[in-house]
């Protein structure tokens, strides 16, 4: 992958577009931290096809099921509906 500064990018950016129409794929840093990545059009909303490739790749597995479902319930399940506090200055004050 190219990278271009800032400076670079500006001063010379026909020539990354030609690049990137190419098929390259140009990082853009600012003081060389990474600020921007130039990637032909076509390519830069296929999330899909990333998943997609992923997925074939066996590094991800995707969910099934509603999320909603998994994100509405509560984080904590509690014993005879006392919060989590109270359990936990129950177990402090019996010597646990």
């Given at each position: ?6 400076t670079e990018a ?44 992923l997925e ?41």
């Amino acid at each position: 992958m190219k990278r271009a500064t800032v400076t670079e990018a500006k001063n010379g950016l026909s020539a990354l577009l030609d690049r990137v129409k190419a098929g390259e794929t140009i990082l853009i840093t600012d003081r060389g931290r990474p600020v921007a990545r130039l990637v032909r059009a076509d390519t830069a909303d296929d999330t899909e096809g990333r998943l997609a490739r992923l997925e074939r790749a066996g590094i991800l597995r995707r969910g099934k099921g509603d999320i909603r479902r998994i994100l509405d319930r509560p984080l904590v399940q509690t014993i005879g509906g006392a919060s989590v506090v109270e359990l936990v200055l129950d177990e402090r004050e019996s010597g646990w």
